[in-house]
């Protein structure tokens, strides 16, 4: 069974930064491409990052230049470096497939990041 745990999240004065972890097990985690997306309260989920299989990296223009993506295939496991963080960002974070679709896996129970100004 396909399992996704992100960890990670926290309460962060604006200007600071974090780190998001996401594990995935049950899957040939190499091959698939991956995503970080967010979800704030009242407002539908959005992806910010992106990474292919190969590593090539794509990021949503709220991020560019503040988050990055990145994955070590060897522990199964997409990482989120988010600085300059604004309250902005505050928001649960996931990981899934990307794009979404016919191949998205089962949601984990994401990780809250909150950014206090």
């Known amino acids: 069974q396909v399992q996704l745990v992100e960890s990670g999240g926290g309460l962060v004065q604006a200007g600071g930064s974090l780190r998001l972890s996401c594990t995935a097990s049950?899957?040939?985690?190499?091959?698939?491409?991956m995503g970080w997306y967010r979800q704030a309260p009242g407002k539908q989920r959005e992806v910010v990052a992106r990474?292919?299989?190969?590593?090539?990296?794509t990021y949503a223009d709220s991020v560019k230049g503040r988050f990055t993506i990145s994955r070590d295939n060897a522990k199964n496991t997409v990482y989120l470096q988010m600085n300059s963080l604004k309250p902005e960002d505050t928001a649960v974070y996931y990981c899934?497939?990307?794009?979404?679709?016919?191949?998205?896996?089962?949601w984990g129970q994401g990780t809250q990041v909150t950014v206090s100004s």
């Open positions: 049950g899957m040939i985690f190499s091959i698939k491409h």
């Open positions: 990474i292919t299989s190969g590593g090539t990296t």
């Open positions: 899934n497939v990307c794009p979404l679709g016919s191949s998205t896996l089962g």
